[in-house]
């Protein structure tokens, strides 16, 4: 069953402009629900843009996109931010972490605008601080962290909201090979919990890991091979 | 005309309003040009992000709005010893033909913003933009209303001359007198504080009941008397309130009892009042915009019985802040003597 | 609600972050709101005892005047002037300044032997000795009544001693024989009372004449014509009506602090320039950061509401802090720096402590003038910053 269906979506930058640049061309994707989905490709090619209109972080300039059974091609823009709120986790390739708040603080700052109760926030904050063996850093800078840790609570702030879909760009780019293990070990997990993952990533080491069912191949913008 | 600190203050402050009022004004235009729900354009976006930007500064504006209203008060209130015959604001707005008028300009200027950010509130619950080309419409219609406003002030206080005697409200809401303030200063005490008791326990009794079972002309029904109450409310101000605050049945002005002397007692009257009308009036609007735009029921409604509570709320409040000053005085003289009675 | 508590929250907490430059930002703006509301706080207080003295005057004072200066005014026609429908009472008035060498202060000396409170609001305190019974005049000859600021500059008590010289330089030594309350607090701080006998004895006053002509006409619409017919009594007098006194003095206080207003303006015309640019510019980092909160679920409300809260919270803070030390300023410390500016242009001029008055409507009003014009600047460059698209932000 498909949790995301994407039809003959397009994505130009600046449109009739000098610069114009077709980052994704007439794409069509089903992702399947509860499994895992990965984005191959080179630098470029398109990953990163689709992870963003999966996202709803921005709007596609032609076709159409469903998830979760409800078509949100041309939802407004609040109403985007207010979807993937509650229904999605978004980890950066570059953690994009607030390093000046503490660790706390960056996990908290999910649920502020849902008006959350305080005790549901520091619960929820609590056991995935203790389940990603950040606990003990809790009141500390996130800009302390080593690399590992913080991709770690970029991890953990992506599922603060307990969203169904995980989407991730490149999780493995900073990382050496034990560490990446580590993060793949924590993917397969978080299958297990029955979550969604869609990963963009040209990694051999997870392309080779067997943590997918399904691995789409992107080459500018179009697809060339879906496995 | 009369310079002072607060005339300056005054415009200032007015001006920043028209100004960025202005900037959403020019955005609105763009929006009802332009707007297309079903395109995927960047523009289209552009005029979406341009929408919350309008929303944002209405909502400001608002606030800026209210203070404006009271500013002009005491900017008015302090021209008076310049200007002979005037004792308190009403003499400053008796002095200049344009001085109600600005008056009324700004206190509907209040209520008009305010049903904006209801719309813009339910706007932003539905998705679809259901209501962004009517809020753009609404805007662009409001905003000569803000001009006028400005200029108007303005011109009313650069012709201001403190040559020409003007009468207080002794005078203007005398009761042997002629003139509208006089005919709201001699209605009948008796049945003025009956009437607007009996309106405001009436409204507040049917809030309760309408937030258990609202229907659509209920709410109307609701609306309207919060209305009514409005009017009613000022001319029971005007007729044994502002009596009783001052303990002097002769003196009926409705401004005096907002400075400092009586501790700015007249807002805890005047706050109550505007907020409780605004809010049941809201309630009406919004099964008009139901009645429109069927889909939007739902939230609607939730909105709508979240209004009439308010409503109630604050009517009691009035109710006990206009009786207040009665209750205290029937209190000291034993409920025997009737503050009218002598010399009325 | 509860989001909005989250949201003052971490708007407080994002300001700490940048302590430096939001501390500066606060404490210019006390400084603006200290000056304006300074001002108000002393012209409303000047004028209100202006008023307050101006209550007891009354309603028309006459005054003979040679070559553009007052002299003494001839009593004679006070009867006259009595008969006149609409005086309730003439009065000629002995009173004037007195320059004291030893302390460079001027003070005000009046002489009336008649009841003070009512035309002057005077409550003798502190007899020395007391008086026998309340039909004996307060004072006598060789006494004196004599304000507390003058106690404190000449350094006397009652019971003591004040040595003066008259007109002719020739001696005359008074004895303190109390002080006086007034809600006047300008009267009640340098003024002494003599018997009428003594104040004309100081000034070289001949009997038959008075400084000035008091006339009470309890009606104010009759003045005017009470007026006409005065001059067409003395003609060549100078009729001064009590109304005209508060107007001008009024409208002077009023232009005065009308020129410091404009100079203030200017400051905080410069201020929101300022403002408008320091949110204009968003650093590439706090750009990052609002892109973070969009990604993470922040609607662009949210983002907003956020940014002008920062906003009305360093205004707010600035706001109060410049008004409760303005407050301070000039009603616990006698307002320092701004006497300057109002004791030059003016004889009435600003006693020590200033009476305390305060009117919280006026707090709205200069908000009106600080705190709105600084966040309607910052909407424009919060909401552009808040709208950009998270991935566009990163992208670059």
Known sequence: MSIITMEEVTKTYNPGKPNEFVALNEISVEIPSGQCTILAGPSGSGKTTLLSLVGLMSRPSSGRITILGKETTLLAENFRTLFRRRHMGFIFQHFQLITDLTVKDNLDLVLYPEGNSFDTIRERRTSLLERFGLIAKGAEKASVLSGGEQQRLAIARALMNNPEILLVDEPTAHLDTALSQQVIALFRDLKDDGKTLVIASHDPLVLASGLAEKVIHLRDGRIIRQV | ?344 | MRSLLYAVDFALKGLLRQKTKNLSITALFALIVFLFSGIDFMSSALYNETLKALAFQPSIIIQNVRAGRQVPISLIDLEQIAEIPGVSNVKGRVWGYYFDPFTGANYTIVGDSGDLSELWDLKPISLEPKPPDSGEPIIRNGEALVGEGVMKMRRVRPGGLLNFQDYAGLPVSLKVRGTFSSSVSLWAHDLILLTEGDARRLFGLDPENGWDIAVYVPNEFEVPKVGEKILRIIPGARVIAANQLKRTYGSSYGFRSGIILSLNITCLLAFLILAYDRVARLSHQEQREIAILKAIGWQTGNVIRLNMLQSLILSLTGFLVGIVASYYHVFVAGAPLLRIVFAGWSVLYPPHPIPPSFDVSKVFGLMFLTVVPYIAVGILPVWRAAVRDPEEVFRS
């Open chain 2, 1 to 344: 005309m009369i310079w002072n600190a607060w005339v300056l203050g005054l415009i200032i402050g007015q001006m920043a309003t028209a100004a960025i009022t202005a900037v959403a004004f020019a955005n609105a235009i763009r929006i009802v040009r332009n707007w297309d729900t079903n395109s995927m354009l960047p523009m289209q976006l552009d005029l979406e992000h341009r929408s919350e930007l309008i929303a944002t500064i209405v909502s400001w504006s608002l606030l800026f709005q209210v203070f404006s209203l009271i500013v002009f008060e005491i900017t008015a209130r302090s021209l008076a010893p310049f200007v002979p015959g005037a004792m308190c604001t009403v003499g400053i707005l008796e002095a200049q033909p344009l001085g109600w008028p600005v008056l009324f300009l700004k206190m509907a200027a209040l209520f008009l913003y305010g049903w904006w950010i209801v719309l813009n509130h339910l706007d932003n619950r539905v998705e679809g933009f259901l209501l962004t080309i009517f809020k753009s419409w609404y805007l662009i219609v409001l905003f000569p209303l803000i001009l006028t406003d400005l200029a108007l002030q303005i011109a009313f206080f650069t012709h201001l001359d403190p040559a020409v005697i003007t009468s207080c409200c002794g005078v203007v809401f005398e009761v042997e007198g002629e003139g509208f303030g006089s005919s709201v200063a001699s209605l009948p005490p008796n049945y003025t504080m009956g009437g607007l008791a009996s309106l405001v326990i009436i409204l507040v009794v049917f809030s309760i009941m309408l937030r258990r079972r609202s229907t659509q002309s209920g709410c109307i029904a609701y609306a309207s008397g919060s209305g009514i109450g409005l009017v009613l409310g000022i001319a029971g101000i005007v007729s044994f309130v502002a009596p009783y605050v001052y303990m002097m049945p002769a003196l009926h002005c409705p401004f005096i009892f907002l400075d400092e002397e009586h501790f700015n007692y007249g807002y805890l009257v005047y706050v109550p009042l505007f907020a409780a009308s605004f809010f049941g009036i809201s309630a009406g609007i919004l099964v008009a915009v139901e009645r429109r735009f069927p889909s939007l029921v739902t939230v609607s409604h939730t909105i709508k019985v979240q209004y009439v509570r308010w409503s109630g709320l604050l009517w009691l409040v009035f109710l006990a802040a206009a009786y207040g000053p009665v209750i205290k005085f029937w209190i000291a003289t034993g409920g025997k003597a009737d503050l009218f009675q002598v010399g009325y």
